[in-house]
C-alpha cells in the first residue's frame, strides 16, 4: 500500500471559495472511490493538506493531476511511503477541521455504494490515524506560523 502526503494552497479566489471548495471534496470524493484511493483532508484558511492511498501508480497519477490542477498552486509534496495496510482503509475521504472545528468523517458503504457522513465526535480514531493526522496538522501550523 502506498501513502502520499501533500500540502498545496488554494487558487479560488476567496469570494468564491466555499462553492469552489465543495466542488473540489465532491469531485475528490467520487473519483478516489472509483480509483480505491482513501485518505483525508484538511482545509484552513485555504491551505490543504491531504494524505491519499492506495496503488502506488494510481496514486502518483492523482498526485500529478492535483498539481496540474489550476485551483491549487505551490503543491508540495511533504511525505511518501509504503505501509502495510491503508490507515484511512474505511474512509472514501474526510475533511479534517485543522483549526479546532469539528471534523466530518466519510465512510464508505460498499454494500450500497454510497459515502456518508459520520456525525458527531469519532470515537473509533486509530493511534496510526491520529499520527498521520497530527503531521498534517503540523504541517497546516507551518503554514502559519
Sequence with gaps: MFRLVYRSQ????????????????????RNNKALDVTGALMISDGAF????????GVVRGLF???????RHRDVTLLREETVERRTFGRWAMAKVAG????????????????IVALPGADASITDEQES??????????????
Excluded at 493538506?49 to 502506488?56: I, K
Design 99 to 114: 483549526d479546532g472545528a469539528a471534523d466530518i468523517r466519510l465512510l464508505s458503504n460498499a454494500s450500497k455504494g454510497v
Design 49 to 56: 493538506v491531504q494524505v491519499l492511498e492506495g496503488d502506488e
Design 64 to 70: 500529478a493531476t492535483i498539481g496540474g490542477d489550476d
Design 132 to 145: 498521520v493526522l497530527a503531521f498534517m496538522r503540523e504541517s497546516l501550523a507551518r503554514d502559519h506560523a
Design 10 to 29: 488554494s487558487a479560488i479566489p476567496a469570494a468564491e471559495r466555499k462553492a469552489g471548495l465543495g466542488e473540489i471534496f465532491a469531485t475528490a470524493r
